[in-house]
């Protein structure tokens, strides 16, 4: 058993008499339950049962009796609550239940393993934090910008309590630092294998939420919460290791095996966006004019495409995929981009699109003349990408089906109530619909 020793916000050690039992829905977004301490032994060993029917993305009522076992491994005690928080799986007449995200990215990991692989990524999620006033009009707490240190940006106390924390659930942060946006914020903690790190970004966006309903602030991780700011993304820093190398080094840049993995993300781009960007919101920040990406292409340093590759020195070879938000449930976010990854490599695909000026500033003969496609412009473009991509939907396993019905439900009722609100479609303005659906989950 991996305990955590903790300590309460006073000082005094705390010894939890209860557990929460964590899996995520379809959504990413954390469910589960408690149970007493002395029960955490048969959760480990038998699993706890409970009715799955209401659970988003799961299957409705014959989804009735599902069973939680815990992963030992991720056990954590939480500071502030004086509670055990531990991930785990979920199965279903014995076997591991097809829509489980995290067992989607195990079996994903595992499929690596027989190719010698081992994933490592690192992400980079933003947030705002905004004043609660009981309405939907979003008081910004601070007037700062980026990387402003103290003048302007009054909530900087919070980042530096909100990364105290984050080591008692298994996080190392490594840099906090003010976003662009006012009131946004950006706290990157140490990359990981991929399977823990999914787990980490789920604690990270509990720890974030927590500590700033203690100061009276809203926390969210909405992609774009205001119209004209900056969205919030959650670049990922991804690399392939094989027997402790890390095989993205190559001579003077990437290596070959890492340029088809690039080669296999660009190929899968539009589908991949329904996963990584799966929110009708994804796509109001996914718009030219700020940071986010719109167009397919990679490039040695360059910030304006969909793939970058940082300077890196010695064992730090990797590329930064730039479009995903923290909308994304990340076991499948993960579980796709890895694929589509080995896909490259397997088929030894050549990433095309490459870039070294400012995307944005070439005109559509430039790009077209290069080959730089446009990710989709909406939900519901990026959801018909995905049906028509096999190896994406083979990579969301049984959770394909229950993933585009849901959002499918989502793209629609969105649809139905711009033509309540006589709205055009390609709409860029943040709606009430949206506010309502995404900003506190």
């Not at 994903?108 to 980079?124: V, W």
């Not at 294998?193 to 789920?202: F, K, M, S």
């Not at 939900?379 to 995905?386: F, N, P």
Request: proline content about 6%.
């Amino acid at each position: 058993m991996n305990e955590v020793s903790t300590a309460s916000r006073t000082g005094e050690a705390k010894k939890p008499g209860f557990i929460q039992l964590i899996f995520v829905d379809i959504n990413g977004v954390p469910k589960g339950m408690e149970i007493p301490a002395g029960r955490y032994e048969e959760a480990v060993e038998k699993g706890i049962a409970f009715d799955g029917s209401s659970i988003p993305g799961f299957q409705g009522i014959a989804d009735s009796d599902l069973i939680f076992k815990a992963d030992p491994d991720t056990y954590a005690e939480v500071p502030w609550e004086g509670i055990a928080r531990v991930y785990g799986y979920v199965y279903k007449d014995g076997k591991p239940y097809k829509a489980d995200p995290r067992g989607v990215l195990k079996k994903t990991i595992e499929k690596l393993e027989k190719e010698g692989f081992k994933a490592y990524i690192g992400p980079e999620p933003e947030f705002y934090l905004f004043k609660k006033n009981g309405t939907w009009e979003l008081h910004l707490p601070d007037g700062g910008g980026y990387f402003d240190l103290v003048t302007l940006d009054r909530v900087r106390e919070v980042r530096r309590e909100i990364a105290l924390y984050m080591p008692a659930l298994g996080l190392v942060p490594e840099v906090l630092h003010h976003e662009v946006g006012n009131a946004q914020h950006e706290i990157d903690f140490r990359y990981n294998e991929a399977l823990r790190t999914a787990d980490n970004i789920v604690s990270f966006k509990y720890t974030v939420k927590a500590v700033a309903e203690l100061h009276g602030l809203h926390a969210t991780f909405m992609p774009k919460p205001l119209y004209g700011f900056p969205g919030n993304g959650m670049h990922l820093h991804i690399s392939l290791w094989k027997e402790e190398e890390n095989i993205f080094v190559g001579e003077g840049g990437l290596s070959e095996t890492a340029l088809h993995f690039v080669g296999g993300i660009l190929k899968h781009a539009k589908a991949l966006t329904a996963v990584t960007n799966p929110t009708v919101n994804s796509y109001k920040r996914l718009v030219p004019g700020y940071e986010a990406p719109v167009y397919i292409s990679w490039g040695y340093r360059n910030r304006s495409t969909l793939i970058r590759v940082p300077a890196f020195w010695g064992n730090g070879a990797r590329i930064e995929y730039r479009c995903p938000d923290p909308s994304a449930n990340p076991y499948l976010a993960f579980a796709t981009i890895l694929m589509a990854g080995l896909d490259g490599i397997k088929r030894k695909l050549e990433p095309e699109a490459y870039a070294e000026t400012n995307v944005y500033e070439m005109d559509d003969t430039t790009r077209k003349k290069v080959g730089i496609e446009t990710l989709p412009e909406n939900l519901g473009g990026a959801l018909e990408g995905l049906k028509r991509d096999r190896i994406v939907r083979e990579a969301l396993g049984g959770a394909y089906e229950n993933f585009v019905t849901y959002k499918e439900r989502e793209w629609e009722a969105y649809v139905e109530y711009l033509e309540s609100m006589n709205l055009p479609e390609n709409t860029k303005k943040v709606t009430e619909w949206e506010l309502e659906r995404y900003f506190h989950v």
